[in-house]
């Protein structure tokens, strides 16, 4: 199972609905400071359930949908999509490909989609706990950790990696 596709809309500074298809190599998002790179890996995230703001770079819910710009006014919702090709079978559903979803609007509700049908957190949740996609297998560093790796104390570095 791998991740073919990211649809965006409305998450942070991507207040129009934005597309990123992925190969199964290396896919590299460059832009200069501030463009949003890892507005993009906070809505990776975010679809996958993330309830942790600070995680988010955020404070509150509202914080991660888009406020609006000199030239476009601010958005009431938010909505994420990643799209996982399961044609190798291990994802825990039985589909070729598997779409999650995550729509939020201002009072902060979360509506959660899998294939399409709305289901709890708790199953987004135990599917990608049950398809191996936890957090053992895939791995968001953020901005800064590397240099904190770096610099930890052979204590801390090896709780790093124990996590
Ligand atoms: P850097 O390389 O400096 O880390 P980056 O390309 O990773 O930059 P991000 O941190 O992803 O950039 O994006 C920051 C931009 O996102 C800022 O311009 C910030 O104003 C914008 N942004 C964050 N939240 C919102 C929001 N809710 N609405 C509109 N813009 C937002």
């Known amino acids: 199972m791998h991740l073919t ?3 965006i809309i409305g998450f942070k500074s991507f207040a129009d609905k934005t597309v990123l ?4 190599n290396i896919t ?24 942790s703001m600070k995680n988010l770079r955020g404070k509150k819910a509202e914080d991660i949908i888009f406020n609006g710009s000199k030239n476009k006014r601010r ?22 490909e598997i779409v999650i979803s995550r729509e939020m609007d201002r009072t902060g509700e979360s509506t959660y989609r899998l294939n ?9 949740v135990m599917f990608l706990a049950k398809s191996h996609f936890g957090q053992k ?15 930890a104390t052979p204590e ?8």
């Not at 298809?21 to 199964?24: C, G, S």
């Not at 919702?77 to 291990?90: A, F, H, K, P, Q």
């Not at 399409?116 to 987004?124: A, E, F, P, R």
């Open 137 to 151: 297998s895939y791995a968001i560093i953020g901005q800064g950790m590397i240099d904190r790796i770096v610099n």
């Open 75 to 96: 958005l009431g919702l938010v909505r994420v999509e990643i799209t996982l090709d399961n044609t190798d079978g291990r994802g825990a559903l039985e589909y070729p």
């Open 28 to 51: 590299a998002i460059v832009g200069p400071n501030g463009s949003g790179k890892s507005n993009i890996a906070d809505s990776l995230r975010w679809v996958l359930g993330e309830q």
């Open 116 to 124: 399409g049908h709305t289901v709890n957190l708790s199953d987004i």
């Open 21 to 24: 298809a992925f190969d199964k």
């Open 156 to 163: 801390s570095r090896k709780d790093f990696f124990d996590e």
């Open 5 to 7: 596709r990211l649809d």
